[in-house]
């Protein structure tokens, strides 16, 4: 029973929590003017039964003592038969009379009227006299207050007057009245009471039905609005309100429903407008160059592009929600925790910082500013961009490094031609002219000198220029024999061997002219110069991979193919000398911006430009001059040309990977 209890309790508070604070407020108000009213009408009731009783009670009061005094010296006489007559008489003149009894002093009863019945109508009077009246002790001693009661009987309501009859102190008896309610007085508090319970009736019901009334009409469809609007304030903008209410409250509804229907499409077309604007600023960020981190306000990962997933190697892990300085290095995140605090912290708005990360190291520039909501008082987010400067520091490094052999480089002929101009200027009358000659000689020399590593140098920034160079369709064997033809004299008067060695029907190459002119002459120069007397320096030319020619005029119905094929053949050049040969430690770095093989084997002296400067050529061509050298046996270089045929952007790329290799090659 205790669970029915609560269970029903429960019901009843969720039933009473549904309603609103104003609905409560009301309903509070009617039950205490309810209650207010039902307690006036009970104590107006009251009052009116109150004064009705006292009424009675005083006519009853008056009528016994106005009996009293006159039977009184009938009593003390002891004249029966006119007490007797005067009782009767006195009972026919008043129509309220039921009763007149007379009690002795002992409470016997001697006398009642009318005859027949006793006091109360109850038992016949032979029946009565043998009866007694309990009455106070002390009634005698109150002559002229006389006990009165009611009591019910089956007749209705009797009012009880009990007068004790007093001659010069003696008491004598009592004389009882037995006096019916005044009717008129009943039934006008009677009427009294049936309107006033019917006014308390009529309030209680008119309560009812304004409750009624008021949760079907207004309370319910204000609840129901009530929702709506809260669904609406949720994002729901699909919510409808269908109530049959009409009226200004039927228009509100309608109002609503319209208004929902409004905003519902206002937001599909903001959904698609901010879909496609998020679509546009998703791609950008994930088009960015620069790595980009979005941060919440509490420092968590909203969203990272690829390049910083690359950067920081989260490529394939869900970031979204993760605190950044977890998803760091150590180090790397001990150097963003000071400046990441300042700006969550409201101290700074943008932070700026370089470290370095990973092995092998990389320079990252990391720059935060803090997103702020259009009061600019609260903070929305950080905004996280990161840069890698590896390669511009690594270039930085590299230009310094050239401006500086360059510097030196040129110093030591301008010294030396310094030197022994200044000399013959001073000295020119103390020397003889074979020193004269001697040292202009000298002086000529380091001028040409000077005037091949300016040559070198100019050469060697064209090629690290953005300039595009053409290449068009050449014959590179006509180019080799040039180069051959130009060094043969040469070569005759040191006693080395040229030699051209190159398979007929040589496809056509793809190229620069001047440029494989230039690489030509600097291998060529480069191994005659290392060739002792004797040797031999040969230059080939053949298709590599192995290609089959197609015949233009034979029509074949299948496609043409031969035993060995290639996607891609090329025409691979060698450049091969029986010179002294390179060590393997200067292999690694002859290709070196000013590396020159000086030692007790190669004693010529150059600007150490030549072979940067073959490299950066065959770039620009999309390919790579590669070499292999043994101390004492010679040197080959080696490379290979696209063909005619070969797709011009495709070469473009393949250029602008092999330069940008040769830059991390130079600068590691």
């Known amino acids: 029973m205790s669970g029915q209890q609560r269970t029903w309790q429960e019901r009843l508070a969720r039933w009473w929590a549904e309603f609103s604070l104003q609905t409560k407020l009301l309903a509070v108000a009617t039950l ?41 010296p009938l009593v003390s006489q002891g004249a029966p038969k006119q007490l007797a007559s005067v009782a009767e008489r006195f009972w026919q003149t008043s129509r309220s009379l039921r009763y007149i009894v007379f009690a002795d002093a002992d409470g016997a009863i001697y006398l009642g009227i009318p005859m027949g019945t006793g006091g109360d109508g109850s038992a016949p009077a032979n029946e009565l006299l043998s009866r007694r009246l309990e009455l106070p002790p002390d009634l005698p001693q109150r002559p002229d207050n006389p006990l009165i009661r009611q009591h019910l009987t089956p007749d209705g309501q009797v009012t009880d007057v009990f007068v004790p009859l007093l001659e010069e102190g003696d008491y004598l008896g009592v004389v009882a009245l037995g006096i019916n309610p005044n009717e008129t007085l009943l039934a006008s508090a009677a009427l009294t009471r049936e309107v006033t319970v019917a006014v308390f009736i009529s309030i209680w019901v008119l309560v009812i039905l304004g409750s ?33 209410v009409g009226g200004e409250l039927g228009e509100l509804l309608e109002g609503f429903n319209t208004m929902a229907s409004q905003l519902e499409a206002y937001n599909e077309a903001n959904i698609e407008e901010l879909t496609a604007a998020q679509v546009k600023q998703q791609s950008l960020i994930a088009t960015m160059a620069d790595g980009a981190v979005l941060l919440d306000e509490e420092g968590r990962i909203v969203l990272a592009n690829p390049t910083s997933r690359r950067l920081f190697r989260w490529e394939g892990r869900n970031l979204e929600g993760n605190e950044l300085e977890a998803e760091l290095p150590e180090r790397l995140a001990m150097e963003l925790h000071g400046p990441l605090s300042s700006l969550m912290g409201g101290e700074k708005e943008s932070s700026d910082l370089r470290c370095s990360l990973g092995d092998p190291p990389r320079t990252l520039r990391i720059v935060l500013q803090a997103v702020r909501d259009a009061s600019g008082e609260s903070l929305k987010g950080i905004a996280m961009t990161v840069q890698d400067l590896t390669r511009e520091v690594e270039l930085n490094a590299a230009q310094s490094r050239f401006i500086s052999n360059v510097s030196h480089e040129l110093r030591t002929p301008l010294f030396n031609i310094k030197s022994y101009v200044e000399t013959l200027y001073d000295m020119g009358d103390q020397l003889s002219e074979d020193q004269k000659k001697e040292f202009l000689g000298i002086a000529n020399a380091e001028t040409d000198r000077l005037t091949r590593l300016v040559n070198d140098v100019l050469d060697l920034s064209r090629l690290e220029a953005d300039r595009e160079w053409q290449l068009e369709a050449m014959e590179v064997v006509e180019a080799m024999d040039q180069t051959l033809r130009t060094y043969r004299l040469n070569a005759r008067e040191k006693g080395v061997e040229l030699e051209l060695e190159v398979e007929e ?65 090329k025409v691979r050049i060698e450049v091969a000398d029986t010179g002294s040969g390179i060590s393997d430690a200067d292999q690694e770095r002859i290709f070196e911006r000013f590396y020159r093989v000086e030692n007790a084997v190669h004693t010529e002296v150059g600007t150490g430009l030549g072979l940067s400067i073959v490299r950066g050529i065959l770039e620009k061509h999309g390919c790579n001059v590669r070499m292999v050298s043994e101390l004492g046996v010679g040197t080959t270089f080696w490379f290979d040309l696209p063909l005619e045929e070969a797709d011009s952007d495709e070469l473009a790329v393949q250029a602008e990977r092999k330069r940008y290799q040769g830059e991390r090659v130079l600068v590691g």
């Open 32 to 72: 205490v003017v309810s209650l207010l009213m039902t307690g006036i009408t009970f104590v107006a009731l009251n009052g009116i039964q109150r004064d009705a009783r006292l009424s009675d009670t005083r006519y009853a009061r008056d009528l016994g003592l106005l009996l009293a005094a006159n039977v009184k």
């Open 212 to 244: 009624v009334f008021n949760a079907l009409t207004i309370t319910q469809p204000v609840k129901e609005l009530l929702r709506g609007v809260r669904s609406i304030a949720g994002g729901n903008f699909q919510t409808r309100l269908a109530l049959p």
């Open 505 to 569: 029907q040589l496809p056509r190459v793809r190229g620069n002219w001047d440029l494989l002119l230039q690489v030509f002459d600097n291998l060529v120069g480069n191994g005659l110069k290392f060739t002792a007397p004797g040797g031999r320096l040969t230059l080939r030319a053949y298709p590599w991979p192995d290609h089959c020619a197609i015949d233009p005029d034979v029509h074949a119905t299948d496609a043409p193919c031969c035993p060995l094929t290639s996607p891609l053949p």
